[in-house]
């Protein structure tokens, strides 16, 4: 609403600077009435909530889980889509808008979404404090980085105990805004934990196929330190814990030797970073005279397709280690 009057403010005074002579043609002043029109709808928008909670989350991961346990009582907006890096996501002046509407806001925190921090910062000071979700874990437990300003690893959403805590979060958080929901809330999370323990005994089903000296992961950029923790796995990421950095020369050189060395036969691309890191690899692997595949396309800060099965965050976990298990065997 802020931001559709700032815009009103400055189309008003630009329109009484000029007056109506200076309208020359047709195609202004068709041009302006658009910009109006959209003004007033998206002003018509701000205001119809049909009396639920506006809630607002970031990355796909988040959305999905405020989804299963707000289910048909919330109205909510994710802001990033599948495929979208959040280390570089930038806020729109549209995701400005729905943040200031918002009754909540879910975020990863932990400096995941690097760039959207100045914009918490400012809302901070405002009632309705956004919520990251990554400040409710122990942080004794996480995996420290030198690269965020949180001095943690921010990919915790790969183990699910943590994504567990954060569903725990999620429902206290809603039932406080929303009391007269509060038993669904908790009937929801009940049964989407439920889930989330079916699904852990089936993944260590899964890669307890894989012999223990063939569990070494090669992706793009290092999103899977938690996942290594939790399995057993050596986590190797090309281009460090952010995608904001570029993997150098050296880097591609040493890992190469890396695989050759420990005959990895696959490597992965993740589907929020583009291919060509990946691809620079396998060719330095293959130009010392050596062959390692690209074992498929993994997920790793963003979901799949809206609808699909790798659309949720049960759905991704389960393809990501059965693409990784068959690569690698
Ligand atoms: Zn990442």
């Not at 879910?106 to 959207?116: A, I, R």
């Not at 994504?163 to 989407?192: C, D, G, H, I, M």
């Amino acid at each position: 609403m802020k931001t559709s009057l700032k815009l009103f403010m400055l189309m008003k005074n630009r329109i009484l600077k000029y007056n109506l002579k200076s309208f020359r043609n047709f195609s202004t002043y068709l041009l302006y009435s658009l910009v109006f029109l959209t003004i007033v709808f998206s002003c018509k928008n701000d205001t119809s909530s049909n009396g639920k909670l506006n809630v607002v989350t970031t990355t796909t991961m988040i959305t999905d889980l405020v989804k299963n346990i707000g289910g048909d009582n919330i109205n909510i907006e994710g802001l990033m889509g599948s495929g979208v890096d959040p280390h570089l996501y930038k806020a729109s002046e549209g995701d400005v808008t729905k943040l200031v509407n918002a009754d909540v806001i879910f975020y990863n925190g932990l400096h995941l979404e690097g760039k959207l921090v100045e914009v918490f910062e400012k809302m901070g000071s405002q009632t309705k404090t956004p919520i990251a979700l990554g400040e409710v874990l122990d942080k004794n437990t996480l995996i420290g980085s030198d690269y965020f300003a949180s001095n943690y690893d921010p990919h915790v959403w790969f183990d699910i105990n943590y994504f567990k805590q954060f569903a725990q979060k999620v429902t206290q958080v809603l039932s406080e805004k929303n009391p007269e929901n509060a038993e669904n809330y908790k009937a929801n999370e009940t049964s989407y934990i439920n889930k989330l323990d079916a699904l852990q005994l089936k993944l260590k089903r899964i890669i307890e196929t894989l012999p223990k000296e063939k569990r070494i992961l090669v992706t793009a950029h290092d999103a899977f330190n938690y996942f290594g923790k939790a399995y057993d796995f050596e986590v190797i990421g090309l281009q460090g814990l952010s995608t904001a950095t570029e993997a150098g020369v050296q880097d591609v050189q040493k890992l190469s030797a890396f695989i050759i060395e420990k005959k990895i036969k696959a490597i992965f691309v993740e589907s929020s970073v583009p291919k060509r890191t990946i691809e620079a690899l396998q060719a330095a692997v293959k130009s010392k005279g050596h062959d390692v595949i690209i074992g498929g396309t993994l997920y790793s800060d963003a979901l799949g397709t809206t609808g699909t099965t790798e659309g949720t965050y049960i759905g991704m976990f389960e393809y990501n280690v059965n693409t990784i298990v068959n690569a690698l065997k």
